[in-house]
């Protein structure tokens, strides 16, 4: 599959603004290695190759375990997650499926007491974000290189 367009060089406003995202969350107190699970786990539920691919492989290079990602996509079958990443990924689908979930406030029950406000907002942004380049990636065929 080849790409669409270039969306780098489109529309690099565009591209700066996600990339202001991408600062902020940088900046939040989240840990890199809950960031990489939720930019993961999103963009398997979205089916973005480009990103899976890189996400896999940052998480890799940041000392995430092979059968951590590996079982990522079927995380509550698993005891390889802690309570706190349990709460961060359910939060991470609901809001990725937002038109299916709604969010139920039962979500909201078992991430608030995991989260501060701060971080909550951050998560929120960290999975707005990636939803967006997930978006941008396959809109416009952008694959693993």
Not at 23 to 51: D, H, M, Y
């Amino acid at each position: 599959m080849s790409a669409r367009l270039d969306f780098y060089k489109a529309s690099p406003g565009a591209i700066k603004a996600m990339l202001a995202l991408e600062e902020q969350i940088g900046k939040s107190s989240l840990e890199k290695p809950l960031v990489e699970l939720v930019r993961l786990r999103t963009s398997q539920i979205n089916g973005c190759a480009f990103c899976v691919d890189m996400h896999s492989a940052d998480a890799k290079k940041g000392g995430e375990d092979d059968r951590r990602l590996a079982t990522v996509v079927a995380w509550r079958e698993t005891p390889f997650f802690t309570e706190r990443e349990r709460a961060a990924l359910e939060w991470t689908e609901s809001l990725t499926l937002i038109s299916e979930t709604h969010v139920p406030d039962a979500t909201w029950e078992a991430v608030k007491p995991h989260f501060s406000e701060a971080e909550l907002s951050d998560l929120t942004l960290l999975i707005n974000a990636i939803n967006g380049w997930n978006r941008y990636a396959i809109a416009f065929r952008k694959g693993p290189e």
